[in-house]
């Protein structure tokens, strides 16, 4: 059973930065894709980022230019640095582990992200 376990939540001002990092535990193998999303209550979840094994990236278009995710894919731990964060970066951010296999995904716990103007 795969387990995430994330870190570096907090509060900040705007226009100021945080680092979130996560770590997989349980998997053998690198797991194709990690990420991160976000939840406000009484809204979607959405995705914020996500990083392939191989690199590749994907950044959602209020996270490009101000967030960067990297990930050291032998150990299955991912991070995103997040800069000139704004009020509405305000949310819980979880981070995600897809192998890409028949829907199984995981989660993490979820970290609280406050930015204050």
């Known amino acids: 059973q795969v387990q995430l376990v994330e870190s570096g939540g907090g509060q900040v001002q705007a226009g100021g930065s945080l680092r979130l990092s996560c770590s997989a535990s349980?998997?053998?193998?690198?797991?194709?894709?990690m990420g991160w999303f976000r939840e406000v209550p009484g809204k979607e979840r959405e995705k914020v980022a996500a990083?392939?094994?191989?690199?590749?990236?994907y950044y959602a278009n209020f996270a490009r230019g101000r967030f960067t995710i990297s990930r050291d894919g032998t150990n299955n731990a991912v991070v995103l640095q997040m800069s000139n964060l704004e009020p509405e970066d305000t949310s819980i951010y979880y981070c995600?582990?897809?192998?890409?296999?028949?829907?199984?995904?995981?989660w993490g716990q979820g970290t609280q992200v406050t930015v204050s103007s």
């Open positions: 990083i392939t094994k191989d690199g590749k990236t």
């Open positions: 995600n582990a897809d192998p890409l296999i028949g829907g199984l995904v995981w």
């Open positions: 349980g998997s053998a193998r690198p797991i194709t894709v």
